[in-house]
């Protein structure tokens, strides 16, 4: 558990919290650490005794990252409504109010653009995990407990 907080930490220590950052890029950075999705990664790596040599850790965070981003904007895509209200007090941080205060758009300006980012990063995620399993060093030097078994399977 100490290994997550110090992920956590490490990331976040990485970010000022400064004003709102000026370009989407520099929000999504900052959204990314404090959502947490990549300590949650980690954590299910852990819990799975997940290991993988560190050659192929930029292979791994190809496949992770584009689902990281993709959560993010999904998170604020479905939660706009109810954060829609909070931000009007001056709270919260959402990718909708970014794009309408940085990009001028208008609301449904951005619940689009969310929505055309969200399925490109979907196809980067496809790609990206279409090109980890058809190398076949990964997999030699890829060690898990437990072999991957796909959810539906499991049913």
């Known amino acids: 558990m100490s290994l997550l907080i110090s992920a956590q930490e490490y ?10 950052p000026s370009t989407f890029e520099e ?15 980690k954590f299910i790596g852990l819990a799975m005794d997940f290991r ?20 993010a904007l999904s998170n604020d895509y479905f939660s706009w409504p109810k ?8 709270k919260g941080a959402n990718t909708v109010a970014f794009l309408q205060q940085v990009e001028g758009i208008s609301e449904e300006e951005a619940l689009e653009s969310i929505k055309r980012q969200t399925i490109a990063l979907e196809e980067s995620h496809n790609s990206a995990l279409e090109r ?11 060690q898990l407990r437990n072999p991957l078994v796909r959810y539906p399977e499991v049913l």
């Open 132 to 142: 980890l399993m058809n190398a076949s060093i990964f997999h030699q030097a890829v």
């Open 11 to 20: 990331h976040a220590s990485r970010i000022d919290p400064g004003p709102i």
């Open 27 to 41: 929000f999504m950075e900052r959204r990314l650490v404090y959502s947490g999705f990549h300590v949650f990664a």
């Open 83 to 90: 954060d829609k209200e909070h931000f009007q007090q001056g």
């Open 52 to 71: 993988a040599p560190d050659e192929f850790m930029s292979m791994i965070e190809d496949v992770t990252r584009p689902l990281e981003r993709s959560m």
